[in-house]
């Protein structure tokens, strides 16, 4: 079946860097936009930011210029480099995206979502 896998996350210091990574598996024929978002404890979900099939980028006013999301076609991966990390960065990150592909007799587009990976941000 079609699914999203994140990995990437952990505990890293305030001002530090981390890489997350997701990959997109199963049978797929196509996929559109793929993006990133969090959410923390008692918060409702948002967007940190995603990127369309043609490689237009848009971010979250509190990650531009400290977030970088990026996509490798070839392997199915989105990826989002974050630097300089705040203790307010801490949260779950899910991968999100729209995906073309077949499950069972099915083959339609539809919206697909990781589990998430935690990112701790503390001292």
């Known amino acids: 079946q079609v699914q999203l896998v994140e990995s990437g996350g952990g505990l890293v210091q305030p001002g530090g860097s981390l890489r997350l990574s997701c990959e997109a598996s199963?049978?797929?024929?196509?996929?559109?936009?793929m993006g990133w978002y969090r959410q923390a404890p008692e918060k409702e979900r948002e967007l940190v930011a995603y990127?369309?099939?043609?490689?237009?980028?848009n971010y979250a006013d509190f990650v531009k210029g400290r977030f970088t999301i990026s996509r490798d076609n070839a392997k199915n991966m989105v990826y989002l480099q974050m630097s300089s990390l705040e203790p307010e960065d801490t949260a779950v990150y899910f991968c999100?995206?729209?995906?073309?592909?077949?499950?069972?007799?099915?083959?339609?587009?539809?919206?697909?979502w990781g589990k998430g990976t935690l990112v701790t941000v503390s001292s």
């Open positions: 990127i369309t099939s043609g490689g237009t980028t």
């Open positions: 999100n995206a729209g995906i073309r592909g077949r499950n069972g007799y099915v083959v339609d587009t539809k919206d697909y």
């Open positions: 199963g049978i797929i024929f196509s996929i559109n936009r």
